[in-house]
């Protein structure tokens, strides 16, 4: 079941979240870790200063998602 967009990123993926930010992570899920990035950088109202899997956003992006309503 999807969550509402203010409980982030983590809250949403959980336990993959948590596996994809360890320090090293398996290498072999790169090519997932690099996907699954771009679709919460595309999808979520971030903000510089926010986080995805451990790494800063920079910019904020135009969100192609829904439009979030409070």
Same mark, same amino acid.
């Given at each position: 079941?999807?969550?509402?967009?203010?409980?982030? %990123?983590?809250? &949403?993926?959980?336990?993959?979240?948590?596996?994809? &930010?360890?320090? *090293?992570? %398996?290498?072999?899920?790169?090519?997932?870790?690099? &996907? $699954?990035?771009?679709?919460?950088?595309?999808?979520?109202? $971030?903000? *510089?200063?926010?986080? +995805? $899997?451990?790494?800063? +956003? $920079?910019?904020?992006?135009?969100?192609?998602?829904?439009?979030?309503?409070?």
């Amino acid at each position: 079941m999807m969550g509402q967009p203010e409980e982030g %990123p983590r809250k &949403i993926f959980g336990s993959l979240y948590d596996l994809l &930010i360890m320090d *090293p992570y %398996p290498k072999e899920l790169l090519p997932f870790r690099d &996907i $699954l990035q771009r679709h919460i950088l595309g999808t979520w109202p $971030l903000a *510089p200063g926010d986080e +995805v $899997l451990g790494e800063p +956003v $920079l910019r904020r992006a135009a969100c192609r998602g829904r439009q979030w309503r409070a």
